[in-house]
């Protein structure tokens, strides 16, 4: 049978569809991703969580779910919403529909929304609290649902994503990295793990004496969800660490070192999601393709005076994209090099950092 | 500065006349290099031979030459105009060619070749080079081998595996191949190909067949960014051509890490190319274990780059043009966002589906069937929210009377051997019930597709008159691409009742932009789709507009030459400040570029489809002059629904094509025609035939580029005919036409403004009437025809234009007898011609461009245009026919429309003239050697003045043994017909004795000596000419160019001469 859903926004929207997934209700922040696949990783990437992520492509689910793909080891967003969802899939590698993926994990779903229509209001008034309901339930309960929610939540979202004890891949190579885990995704790990490089996987709040008696060659701050203003804890062990180890961080984990130094974040209009966004590093002047999944970027101003300094920018908007230090080995970067879903141009950056390390 | 300063002027190649496989893609790309190099500031020099692209105006580049493309006349125009840079990439495969020629043959040593060097071209055209570049990059292409023994097959098949793909190389008609499962079938399949091919030769191929078909559209700049601009899917699988596949962008099917690998061959490869520029790559990729080759590189624009940027709002061919001159994508604009850099990925938020159209009502007889060969000439694309609606959208766009998916019978074994009909199969045989499953294995498709045919077959089944009361239900139907016709039929209402009910419901369609970023920025450019979702992104201008009706899709009789009549009129109305809205179907095209019109829709040309931008827009008025028949086709319903038609009043198209009233109108103004009559069965159409006598010219009462159009000699051609005629237009009755033998035929192009007419060309056909006019080859002036029978058809077509009141263009056709000082009327259209570009080119006058300021009330006299211009050259156009393509195709021409494109000539004398324009049309004359000479009995009487001139000339001849007795001369060696027994003229053939062909034989009758000679004229390139005017006009173009050196000259020399 035919499942009604409801999406409502805080600004009193309603909008009805079919629902699929999880029979529920959820609240979250309405955000669009135009990548025109991965939609497997971009569910379950922690950095999404809290989010209700819509696709603007608007058939998905053509290819199915394979756990292989699973960034961790959930779904993290807390609804999904598409134009279409395909219930015929062809894949050979597929385990599960994206309808049964979305109940497994408990997960609304809506479908026959105007995707478009919805992502150009998000572009005119930015990004909009949500609830998502594929249950029975009154409209007006369900904008005051999408209303009331806190605005800059950050920290709480990282706790619940962050790993609760410290885990070490390939423990017996020699160098090994050590993350702080505000919502690392697998694919990160994997990166240093092709590149014989071992991993130790810090919960977000660890202290740096902690990470230091790892031995770890660096320090990966990884990219997670909300405001990272909140996340004080990240930022005061990488202020310890900063002067000891070479430091990586990407997307949120490159704010989270820029905070550390002083400088601000800001909340953007509606963000950077989709595998499609172009990078310049101001250095070389070379041009990559990026896949980007942020909500809050650098203030480019602050960083004055903090010693960091930018180095790549979104050539779309001129935002931040990458930093660096005057002296320190630091290396920031706001896209994302693991890709997963979208284009692998950008994977030399983990070299870029193993090399850093092996400098240091 | 980013661009290389030495470069000050560079030469554009064009792609020549269109034909299967380079087609108006060329002519899109083409011109937006023109105008994208002009941009930068650069000087452009074009050269291309065909008339009908908008390319060759003199506008576009800042000299145009319209010689033919040989590497010696290129090489003439770049020492003539001392050319700094060349840019191959824009002209296809001949671009390609004529720049490694050139290249070859140190003719442009010292010239910078922009977009690719000459070595990057060879590494992926040669066979053997590619193999070795491939493995180089590690990049796993099929395994291929030619072999000349069965035992080298079997040896070859130890290293490749089975199953292999067994290919004779070169054969009559490509056949006598098949696909090996095990050493049984290759020895089988390798022994009779090698027994088949001429050279004894086989190719051994790794079999990919039942692989998807995957293209990415990559660009790269000096910098070494590349970015994809789109991936696309077959929905046919591999082993059938990309050109003939219908095709979905973005691909649908596959995973992340899927494309990822792709995405990386693809930079990886246009990286170690060194490609500046766009370049296409196909992938054949396993569906069963993600396992992919590399099937081609093309490292320039493409058919696939035009429909990727139609599909995305990138415009490859522009963006290459400024990288290949040395700027970076970055340094360029995104042209729809405006203020975002071109080195981003395009995103797109729907669904393109693209369907090949191709030419199988025109050469009926053939195979339909669909593979490795492309047959299609032309192609449509649709953008839905869904696949289903952009599916349907795109089979509405075919102009071919389906709304949608239709059904119609089929077999399972049309299933496993697809012809252009398998989609309807398909979808019949799931309304059947037919299991996916089982469809999956006939057709190779991938479930994904079948899936979603099958969900238009499940809701059509549901549809009830009730269910469709209910609005939500109302628009899930028209969101699955149903017309009101198909959802009339399906619940027995009428499409007014349809109609009605959306009305009510206020179902509406909306207009969703194309705009590269799915969203995620503000696009400026308004290239708009429809659908059914409920945000509507259209926003209407309070201004004067006016709409302009496009031609669809590229077909036979239908060709680029009314595209460039819409894009001529957008541009005129533009200048007149007037907003334009373009409407068309066609990604290949110039008017389909977002920057031609104000607003260009997107869109199929129904009517219903059309009406619903009509309805939304309120235009002031509507232009279907200068869509061919699709538009005008359109003209009645639109007025009858209250829309304004521009310029000649839609009734008198009805005055020209209902052959009685244009009879009464005949009569009014003292014009013949043939004697005629009208027939609705056979016993009717015997009574006319006996009436006006035999030969008659049969065809049905509404015709396009003249389908089902045939000469008849007796009565039982006639039945024969009758029966296949009925079927093609049951609401039109049958035309019997006295045929008019050894008749001169004529074309007249004119404007008319209501008051004055302006007489722009007058054309003589080269082969006599009986030859459609489309493929005939035509000269301006004329050079047989005396100035009284000129002046009697200026002043028929003064009489005709002024009592229809055209306002804008008209054609008209004539038949000249000339023994007889009699002049008939064949046919007038009151609309845009296919000669238009031709005859604006010969005289230097826009004349779509005028006849659209003439819609919008200006006269001749304010341009001057009152007396016909005199031109001091000869422009020739010559046909160019598709037969190499279509395996069984005869090449003998009959009032059956075949030609897909035409070439130019233009020189001081008709001889020279001819002679370029054959040249551009594929045909080499030979200045010497041997000429073959076998005629059909009527034309022997008038052999032998042709082979005394060809003996002038100072060739050998040979004929046949009839043709060799009627030219009275003994010295004519005699060789036996095929079906004489060897050695024989086949034999000669082969052997390469023979330079050129002179074969005529009667139509349908042609017996099979006649074809197999035609045939391999074709497949071996000698050239032929199969009628006695041709062979004449081929004669006085040797005489000329024997005595004579082959000049160049722009078009803007020619013009200014005037």
Redesign the interface.
Known sequence: MKKQAKLALEDGTILKGEGFGYETTKVGEVVFSTGMGGYTESLTDPSAKGAILMSTYPVEGNYGVCEDWYQSDKIQVEGFVVREVCKHVSNFSYQKTLDDFLTEFKVPGISGIDTRDLTLKIREYGTLKGAISTEEIDDDELIALARDQSDDVGSELVKLVSTKEIQQFSEDFDKKVAILDCGVKKSVIQEFLQRDIGVVVFPYDTDYKTILDYDPKGLLVSPGPGNPDSIVESITTIQKLANRLPVFGICSGQQLIAKSFGAKSFKMKFGHRGGNQPVRDLETGKVYITSQSHGFTIDKESLKGTGLELTQINLNDGTPEGIGHEELPILGIQYRPEATPGPNDTKFVFDDFSKMMDDY | MPIDKDIKKVLIIGSGPIQIGQAAEFDYSGSQACKSLREEGIETVLVNSNPATIQTDIDMADTVYTEPLTPELVAKIIEKENIDGILPTMGGQTGLNITTRLGDLGLIDGIKVLGNDVDTIKDVEDRDLFAEFMDRLNEPIPKCRAVESVEEAIEAVEEIGYPVIVRPAFTLGGTGGGVAHNEEELIEIASHGIDMSFINQVLIDESVLGWKEIEFEVMRDK??????VCSMENVDPMGIHTGESVVVA?A??????E??AL??AS?KIIRALGIRGGCNIQFAFN????DYKVIEVNPRVSRSSALASKATGYPIAKISSKVALGL???EIKNDITKD??A?????????VVKIPRWPFDKFRGISREIGVQMKATGEVMAIG???EEAFQKSIRSLDMCYEGFEYMDYTEDDLAHPTDLRFFQIYSALKDGMDINKIQELTKM???FL?KI?NIVDFENDVTLEKLQDPEYFRKAKQMGLSNKTLANLTGETEEYIKNLANRFNVKRSF?LVDT??????AKTPYYYSTY???N?LTVSNKKKIVILGAGPIRIGQGIEFDYCCVHSSLALKEENIETILINNNPETVSTDYDISDKLFFEQLNFEDVMGVIEQENPDGVIVQFGGQTSINLSVPLANAGVKILGTPYESIDRVEDRELFADLLNKLHISQAPYGLANSFEEAKEVAERITFPVLVRPSYVIGGRAMEIVYDNNELEEYMKEAVKVSPEHPILVDKFLEDAIELDVDLLCDGEDVFIAGIMEHIEEAGVHSGDSACVIPPQTIPTHILDTIREHSTKLALELGVKGLMNIQYAVKLDEEMVYIIEANPRASRTVPFVSKAIGIPLAKVATWIMTGSKLKDFDLTKEIKIDHVAVKEAVFPFLKLPESDTVLGPEMKSTGESIGIDENFGMAFYKSQLSAGMDLPKEGKIFISVKKQDRKKIKPIAAKAKELGFELIATGGTADATGDSDIEKIKKVSQGSPNIRDAILNKEIDLIINTSEGKQSAKDGYIIRRLAIELGIPYVTTLAGARAALNAIAAVQNNKINVKSLNEYVEEI
């Open positions: 910098d070494d960014t590349c970015i994809i973005p649908q099917c596959l995973n992340d890490q494309v990822g995405r990386d930079i569906p069963e274990n993600g970076t994508l970055d975002t850099p080195s981003f990925e395009p995103t797109i938020d729907y669904v929210r869904t696949f991938d479930v994904f899936y099958k969703k970023c799915a969203g995620e920025f503000e979702d409920e945000g992104e």
